[in-house]
């Protein structure tokens, strides 16, 4: 009986419990189903498409100031200056006639106490020999002066001269005797590196007379002293001196970029000697030359 009694108990609470907990949680109806007394729940708005965007990044305006930073140097007159030159190379190949000045000597020469009065009397005072070089400079585009345009060109240039021989007739002496004539010789080879300069006007979109200068140094070396019947000859030795030049000439464009031309020039070489052989030496105090060639020229 009184298991019985705990049963019922146990199956009241039961059921109490279970018709608490279906009116304390709403059905699945009612979960759908929104309450009255609930505003109902408002659609949230579509979210409006957003369009990629561009992964480059915008370079900034540039400012005022960049601005006519870049202007002033577009319109710097050292730039134009610059935009106007144009490399340029020239190869010379010509002639060069080479003479002597005061080739004529009175060397008294001492040795072993004894001194020999030598009169050295040359007598070939000009030498014809070919010569060459070339230039590497630059050259401005054609600026008006007087109506008339002109161009400058300025580079560095080289050249050189073949060799010459100087010669003579020697005549030794002692104060008790006279030794027979004897020939001499030896050879000068002048080069000369510059810092030269063409001034040009151009005629006919052809034509270039032009003027030229140029200024810088001339390696003289006086060498291979021989003497008739003497073993002892003067050394070797090469002098370095002021040089300038100065000439005239005509080109001609014959295709475009290429000048052909002649020019003539006068050269002042400096003075060549031989080294010194018991306190005397042969010297040419200046050497000049006349000079004729034929040019060259293409502009980059």
Not at 66 to 79: A, D, G, I, R, V
Not at 112 to 132: F, G, S
Not at 276 to 293: E, Y
Request: charged letters at 10%.
């Amino acid at each position: 009986m009184k298991k019985l009694i705990i049963a019922a108990v146990i199956f009241s609470l039961s059921q109490t419990a279970w018709a608490y907990l279906s009116i304390a949680l709403p059905s699945d109806t009612e979960l759908q189903t929104p309450s009255p007394l609930l505003p109902a729940p408002q659609a949230s708005a579509p979210r409006p498409a957003v369009a990629p965007q561009s992964t480059a990044v915008a370079k900034p305006a540039p400012t005022p100031a960049q601005t006519t930073s870049s202007q002033t140097k577009f319109n710097s007159p050292w730039l134009k200056f610059i935009s106007t030159l144009h490399p340029l190379i020239t190869l010379s190949g010509g002639g060069a006639w080479a003479n002597a000045v005061d080739a004529d000597q009175n060397l008294a020469l001492s040795a072993e106490n004894v001194t020999l009065q030598n009169v050295y009397v040359e007598q070939n005072a000009h030498a014809l020999q070919p010569m060459y070089g070339g230039l590497i400079g630059l050259e401005t585009s054609p600026f008006p002066i007087a109506q008339h345009d002109f161009i400058t060109q300025l580079g560095v240039s080289f050249y050189q001269i073949n060799p010459f021989s100087t010669q003579g007739v020697m005549v030794k002496s002692l104060p008790f005797f006279v030794f027979p004539p004897a020939n001499y010789q030896y050879r000068v080879q002048s080069q000369q590196l510059l810092l030269e300069s063409k001034f040009l006007m151009p005629l006919a979109k052809r034509w270039y007379p032009y003027l030229n200068v140029g200024l810088g140094t001339a390696f003289n070396r006086a060498y291979a002293y021989q003497e008739q019947g003497f073993a002892a000859p003067f050394p070797d030795h090469t002098d370095v001196n002021f040089s300038y030049e100065v000439g005239a000439g005509l080109e001609a464009m014959v295709v475009p970029h290429l000048r052909l031309g002649v020019n003539y020039r006068f050269a002042a070489l400096g003075p060549a000697e031989l080294g010194v052989l018991n306190g005397g030496t042969l010297r040419q105090s200046q050497l000049n030359a006349q000079i004729l060639l034929l040019q060259a020229s293409y502009i980059f």
